[in-house]
């Protein structure tokens, strides 16, 4: 009997998966239109749908991450320059989701008195913005967790902010690297009260981990009805 419950329980985790993945790529496949690019807190869009937003080092992947999970090349702005994302950039997602690409942290070629505005910028942001679901913080699989990264973790708890780590490039790490990578970042980001548990781990160029993550995103969209659904 309990081994029968067992092979029910995971049959039904596998199709609730295969659910959630289908959810993902049908609103992942609606409209997504810029909406704003705000350089202030005066300027970001009126508080309405729920929203996530994309953090990390410059030069991290965000905008390609979001290229690859809309499907589309040019939606969000790439550039090897890092610190090129400048303001918010906000995008409404099938009116059901609200993506934002915030600037770089960390090394950018900008003056410094730029950089000091963009990150008084997205302090305030993270930390006022009722409509914010979660914090996707953006950490490069070569690299791992660096001191800029945990100063915004420890901002995110501070301000009772939900996140989670999704690992970017995954396709630049070899398969052992990238598993000790993945591990040694999985026990720091458990130390932390805000943070969400599991880890994503992606590759804009491969594809691997976007749907995955697209299903996760899909079910955010849901707690403005369903608190409970995350």
Known sequence: FNGAAMVHNETSGEEQLAKDIEVGRLLFAGQCDFIAAAGNMKALPPVTIPEICFAGRSNVGKSSLINALTGRRMLARTSQTPGRTRQLIFFNLAG????????????????????????????????????LQRVFLLIDSRRGIGPADRDIMNLLDETAVSWAVVMTKADKQRAETLSLICNATAEKINQHVAAYPELFVTSSETGVGIETLRAHLARLCSLKEDPAAT
């Not at 003056?111 to 930390?127: F, G, S, V």
């Open 96 to 131: 059901q989701l609200q993506l934002v690409d915030l600037p770089g942290y960390g090394y950018a070629s900008a003056p410094k008195t730029d950089i000091k505005a963009w990150t008084n910028l997205t302090r305030r942001y993270l930390a006022g913005r009722p409509s």
